[in-house]
């Protein structure tokens, strides 16, 4: 292998709170270890369309506070293309780019597996997506604030579902993963979360229509997964309007509020930690491997296997929440 000259580093796909936070990590690592590095922008999309700048140390500072991407990010459809990526290929070379760092989810991790099987380039791969759906870390930049952000909000829901003797259904992201609703549920201390992994197994509405809402309470709030498997807020809404018309029931979508903010100590130092390992693994020769923590050590996850598997839900979790909602 070519020895590595120069970094490019990209954020790619949804955006996460962290991001700048491991984009500083991986310049200031990069740098402190002899390297260049180029920032390329709208991630895939700036290296199809060779939009690639000089990162120096200082053009890092004071981005670890602040959330978004200051690189910005892009879903590229060209880069799904052989076409697309001989065009990024192309522009890399001609840029001197040796290695990249890619800083998303699980598609933008299936890009550079695809990229690295057709062209002799090292990658490595920082999971940052909010919804923590990859196989092979705890945890993922960006999971943490989205999860701080959802008690937030449910916390304030609390004080109208309260006042009105109201069913709340509160939808949140997570692509096809029920971490921040199961999660978000018992740290907001709701009475339960519909998940796409038990969605698909049962029927979840019914069991807790079945199994009655809390008597103790005069309200009760839910936390549904945004999922065609779940059926997503509104579509629970409706069933519990034509099934079970006792209930006044309501719905909040968090939407995008989710994504935004300044990100949380833990996924700054998340961040730090996994932009540091990635420069790590390029100097020991790593390749194709995602940087995961487990367990609170940084370890490497070939890109198969984080992308393949499907990251299982705690199940213990469902039984702490139920217990508690009593
Ligand atoms: P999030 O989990 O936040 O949605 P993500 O990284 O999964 O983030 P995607 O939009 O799925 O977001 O993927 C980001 C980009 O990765 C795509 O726009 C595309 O450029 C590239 N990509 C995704 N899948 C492939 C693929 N099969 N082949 C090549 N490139 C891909």
């Not at 990069?30 to 590095?37: D, L, Q, R, T």
């Not at 890399?92 to 550079?112: E, N, P, R, S, W």
């Not at 079970?244 to 509020?257: K, M």
């Not at 996924?267 to 420069?279: Q, T």
Request: glycine share 10%; charged share 25%; aromatic share 6%.
């Amino acid at each position: 292998m070519a020895k590595i000259k120069t970094i490019g580093v990209l954020t790619s796909g949804g955006d996460a709170p962290g991001m700048n936070a491991a984009l500083r990590a991986v310049t200031r690592a990069a740098i402190f270890n002899g390297f260049n590095v180029k920032g390329i922008y709208r991630g895939y999309r700036g290296l199809v369309e060779n939009e690639i700048v000089d990162f120096r140390a200082q053009d890092v500072s004071n981005i670890i506070h602040r959330g978004g991407t200051i690189l910005r990010t892009a879903r590229c459809d060209e880069f799904k293309t052989q076409e697309g990526r001989q065009k990024a290929y192309e522009n890399m070379c001609q840029q001197g780019i040796d290695a990249l760092v890619v800083i998303g989810g699980d598609g933008t991790l299936t890009g550079a597996r695809e990229f690295a099987t057709e062209h002799d380039v090292p990658i490595v791969g920082i999971p940052g997506t909010i919804d923590n759906d990859l196989y092979g870390t705890d945890h993922t930049i960006g999971y943490d604030t989205a999860l701080n952000t959802i008690m937030w909000c449910v916390d304030r829901i609390r004080d109208t579902a309260n006042s009105h003797e109201r069913l709340f259904f509160i939808e949140v992201m997570g692509h096809n993963a029920g971490f921040l609703a199961l999660n978000g549920a018992i740290a907001g201390g709701a009475e339960a979360a519909i998940i796409p992994e038990i969605s698909i197994e049962k029927d979840q509405l019914a069991q807790l229509i079945e199994h009655g809402f809390r008597t103790t309470k005069k309200s009760s709030i839910v936390l549904v997964a945004e999922s065609p498997i779940t059926g997503g807020a509104m579509g629970l809404a409706d069933r519990v309007r034509n099934e079970y018309p006792q209930y006044d029931v309501r719905v909040t979508i968090l939407g995008h509020l989710q994504r935004g903010g300044s990100p949380t100590a833990q996924d700054r130092i998340l961040a730090s930690r996994m932009g540091a390992a990635a420069i790590d693994a390029l100097v020991e020769g790593q390749r194709n491997v995602m940087i995961g923590d487990d367990d609170e050590k940084m370890v490497y996850v070939p890109f198969n296997k984080a992308i393949k598997n499907e990251k299982p839900i705690d199940r213990h979790l469902l039984d702490t929440l139920s217990h508690l909602a009593i």
